[in-house]
Nanobody, 121 residues
Framework: QVQLVESGGGLVQPGGSLRLSCAAS????????MGWYRQAPGNQRELVAS???????SSADSVRGRFTISMDNARNTVYLQMNSLKPEDTAVYYC???????????????WGQGTQVTVSS
């Protein structure tokens, strides 16, 4: 089985910073893409940033220049460094992985449990 475990969420003041981590574990042959999504109350889940195992990144316009995604391939871990946080960044942040398991030739999507990020004075 595969599990994605997130950490690093919490309460921070506007202008502050947080660093989210997501570690994938289990019988993983190869991770192709990992990303961060967020969902605020009443809103649909949206892509924040994503990264491939080759290091190619993509991010939403709303976070570009403030958030940075990175991946540690040796540890199967993705990070989201969030700087200059705004109240509108408040949401539950979910980790997503597109990976191939041992014994399979299919790419499968896995989701983390989500971690709360609250930006407030």
């Amino acid at each position: 089985q595969v599990q994605l475990v997130e950490s690093g969420g919490g309460l921070v003041q506007p202008g502050g910073s947080l660093r989210l981590s997501c570690a994938a574990s289990g019988s993983i042959f190869r991770i192709y893409t990992m990303g961060w999504y967020r969902q605020a109350p009443g809103n649909q889940r949206e892509l924040v940033a994503s990264i491939t195992n080759g290091g190619s990144t993509s991010s939403a316009d709303s976070v570009r220049g403030r958030f940075t995604i990175s991946m540690d391939n040796a540890r199967n871990t993705v990070y989201l460094q969030m700087n200059s946080l705004k109240p509108e960044d408040t949401a539950v942040y979910y980790c997503r992985a597109n990976l191939q398991r041992y014994g399979s030739n299919l790419r499968t999507i896995y989701w983390g449990q989500g971690t709360q990020v609250t930006v407030s004075s």
